[in-house]
Structure formats: C-alpha cells, structure tokens
C-alpha cells in the first residue's frame, strides 16, 4: 500500500542548522527578557517579578526570568524539529502553536491580583518574549529545510 506521504517528498531537515538557530534564538530570548526588565523597572519604575525596591536588575528573579525564557525557546525548537519531520504544514502549525502559548503567557499575568502597572509590564515583556521565539525561528525553519527532488536513484537537496 502506498503512503501519500512518501520520505521522498517529506522535506530535509538540517538538523545542525535548525538547533544553532534554536540556540541563537534561546540567547535572543533571554536578553529579550533582561532588556524588557530593565525598561520596566530602570526607566518606567515598574516592579515587574520582584519589589521594586530591588532595583532595575531585580536580583536573581530577573535571571531565572531570562533562563526560562531560554528554555521556552529551546522547547519551542524541539517542538519545531518534531512538526518538521512529522506534520503536513509544519510552520503553520508551528505558528499557531505559538501564537497560542504567547496569549497565554500575555493573558495569565494580567489575571493575577498584583498592581496594573506591574501586570501590563509583565504582559508586554511576555508577549515580545513570544514574539522574538516565533518570528526568528519560523525564519530559521525557512533555512533548516530543503526539499527533496529525485532523479533516477539519487536524492539531491534543492539549493
């Protein structure tokens, strides 16, 4: 029985290529993080994660911000890595996904009791983290695969 997904037509992935950019993009989130904190609580006075009385950096709750934020984007890689050697419109259903869990993370802090100001800041900073993972690694989807032509008995990549 024939497959109508044959591995012939199922895109190449370059599996180096698309953790480098994951690993880009986990820096990129992490500083996305940092660099949303110190707005909120350097230039607007925002205590965004922690009293404001700790200061623009925020002691260790900023660099657990920035960690985990890292670690979202290496998930959101893996997740990535997975719909593109398994789904049918991989980057479709990868941008949905994130979309998704960026509203959650936009909508959770702004259901929480703490003060407005620290809540929209905390909202904003999540929702530009989202943004940041989606946006550079649906770009770095578009370098990590080729597709497969076939001719004769040989498999070559498309340039």
Sequence with gaps: MDNDFEEKDRPAVNGARLWAGGAATAVTAALTAIVGILIARGLVKVAVLAPSREGAW??????TYA??????ALAATALLHLLLLTAPKPRTFFGWIMVLFTAIAVVIPL???AALDARLATAIINLAIGLAITITLSGVAGSAVRSRRTTGSFEHESP
């Design 58 to 63: 925020g002691g260790a709750s900023s660099l």
């Design 67 to 72: 960690l985990a934020s890292a670690a979202i």
């Design 111 to 113: 259901s929480l009791g």
